[in-house]
């Protein structure tokens, strides 16, 4: 079983940047692919950006794209999240999670994670 914790969430203005972190633990060997969602409430978790944990392969969503960007230290368990040129539309709750199944496509759907963190919030204030 593997299990996902977040860290690095807070308060900042609109164009400063924030790192997320979140520190993967258990059968590491067992990750195909790491994601990280956001949340806001009253709407569903939206998918923001996901890596392949061997090959380092990274997708985006389109609201994301070209301000973040999902990073990953094999050697530390660790999976970041850079978060450049935010927007106050960014402020959410962060939601980093881990996957197992080798399946190529879905990478964006909830169902496909079966470990979640508790979540960190990214507050971005005009």
């Known amino acids: 079983q593997v299990q996902v914790t977040e860290s690095g969430g807070g308060l900042v203005r609109a164009g400063d940047s924030l790192r997320l972190s979140c520190a993967v633990s258990?059968?590491?060997?067992?990750?195909?692919?790491m994601g990280w969602f956001r949340q806001t409430p009253g709407k569903e978790r939206e998918f923001v950006g996901v890596i392949a944990w061997n090959t380092g392969m990274t997708y985006y969503s389109d609201s994301v794209k070209g301000r973040f960007t999902v990073s990953r230290e094999k050697a530390k368990s660790e999976v970041y999240l850079q978060m450049d040129k935010l927007k106050d539309e960014d402020t959410a709750v962060y939601y980093c999670?881990?996957?197992?199944?080798?399946?190529?496509?879905?990478?964006?759907?909830?169902?496909?994670?079966?470990?979640w963190g508790q979540g960190t919030q990214v507050t971005v204030s005009e």
């Open positions: 999670a881990g996957s197992t199944l080798t399946l190529l496509t879905g990478f964006a759907e909830t169902d496909r994670y079966e470990c």
């Open positions: 258990g059968r590491t060997e067992d990750v195909f692919s």
